[in-house]
């Protein structure tokens, strides 16, 4: 069996799955946030139980309307911290975590081997840690607050084989969208798709996120990467209880619908085009493209070596003028990093404006949304129509590296035409 095969085999008790077989999987965890929470809520209070299967398994993070920018969201907001009262569930208040996926792994939510789901799409991020992690609906959510459990098709899996080293400015980012530009958007429907390689064996764990983050982009159930020692020093301390690796390998003869071959050594820095992250080109292809603003941050790319490398980047320069630079870190541990780093002096004194620890434009929220003909870079995931705003602006997705080079010369611009600055 495959990874995937191999925790859902277990997760249901069995000895063996294969591809298109159903499951009735036990949950290790379920997570909510701010805006699919109160639905699993109703749903939950609807279904008649009194108290969710297991308090210690369900998290409830406010991240995407935070803080409350209207009377509705405060509502939310106060509906989800009177459930986790009620049902003693682990909270992340505002100021308290920061964006679930990064939150979620820090705070010892994440194990290898475990099932995760997650009323959120990109819950598929805990795939980096060898997790079978995925988004479901609320409705579902509630039904697992319920049950601590949840059927499953077993999916079939796409192994992608990446090997070679990334050239200067060229990320984990770059690989993604390159990646989905090569399968589309339709390449992987509910498809297990597994990260190997070289690569990925010496890519650091927000790489591997970064990776696992936007298995969704291409229609895939999850994304996931077999744990190793990189893995293993960043759970330390935070997750518990940590299983036996080697037993969360895939079988040398495990079977896959297909396997894509990817060679990062010649890759340059990419640029996913509006309004579909496979219209991938590469950076220099793009044109003359101007920026009203550039965001770096989100669940994709708001960690602290994504701070790191723009900050390399704005050193010494200036955001240039007519252009918005928002910089929002994934989380309030990679906010207190970054600052003791002094990366936020380097950013404030660029012209940038640093946010609180939260999802900010990604998914329009009431910070950095987009008027009509204007033009965003942004690090986030989706470059859907209306996604930051109005319907008539354009998202172009690239890496945090891409984003601050473009920042200060507004336009979309290549990073490793730029000067590197100590």
Request: hydrophobic letters at 40%.
């Amino acid at each position: 069996m495959n990874i995937t095969e191999k925790i859902l085999a277990k997760a249901a008790g069995k000895k063996a799955v294969h591809p298109g077989e159903i499951v009735d999987a036990n949950v290790d965890m379920v997570m909510v946030h701010d805006l699919t929470g109160p639905l699993a809520v109703e749903a939950f209070k609807k279904i008649g139980v009194q108290k969710v299967w297991d308090n210690r398994k369900v998290v409830v993070i406010l991240d995407h309307q935070v803080p409350a920018e209207s009377v509705k969201a405060a509502e939310l907001h106060k509906t989800m911290r009177q459930f986790a009262k009620e049902q003693n569930l682990t909270f992340y208040d505002v100021g308290r975590g920061g964006i679930c996926h990064q939150v979620m792994p820090e705070k010892g939510h994440v194990s290898p081997g475990n099932v995760i789901v997650g009323a959120d799409s990109h819950t598929c991020t805990y795939g980096a840690f060898g997790a079978f992690a995925t988004g479901i609906g609320s409705t579902e959510a509630a039904a697992v607050f319920a049950t601590g459990k949840i059927w499953f098709k077993v999916p079939s899996a796409i192994k992608i084989n990446v090997t070679g080293s990334f050239q200067k400015f060229v990320t984990p980012k770059d690989l993604i969208l390159y990646i989905i530009g090569n399968l589309g958007v339709d390449g992987a429907i509910y498809k297990a798709v597994e990260f190997t390689g070289s690569t990925i064996e010496n890519m650091s764990i927000a790489g591997r996120m970064t990776l696992c983050n936007m298995a969704v982009e291409m229609g895939a159930k999850n994304g996931i990467i077999a744990p190793d020692e990189t893995t293993r020093r960043f759970l330390e301390g935070r997750a518990g209880g940590l299983p036996d690796f080697k037993a969360l390998q895939s079988d040398s003869d495990a079977e896959y619908e297909r396997t894509v071959e990817f060679d990062v050594s010649s890759m340059g820095p990419q640029v996913a085009c509006p309004s579909s992250v496979d219209n991938v080109k590469p950076v220099s292809e793009v044109g003359d493209v101007p920026v009203e603003q550039a965001f770096i941050g989100s669940c994709t790319n708001g960690r602290i070596e994504d701070l790191r490398v723009a900050a390399q980047i704005l050193k010494g320069k200036r955001v240039k003028d007519g252009v918005r630079a928002l910089v929002i870190p994934a989380s309030q541990e990679v906010w207190r990093q970054a600052m003791q780093e002094g990366l936020m002096e380097i950013f404030t004194d660029a012209g940038a404006i640093v946010c609180g620890s939260a999802c900010g434009p990604c998914l329009g929220g009431h910070i950095g949304l987009l008027a009509a003909g204007e033009t965003c870079v942004s690090s986030s995931n989706r470059n859907f129509i209306g996604r930051m705003g109005s319907t008539q602006a354009n998202v172009y997705l690239a890496s945090p590296a891409t984003v601050a080079a473009s920042a200060v010369m507004g336009k979309i611009t290549d990073p490793t035409t730029l000067e590197e600055t100590a």
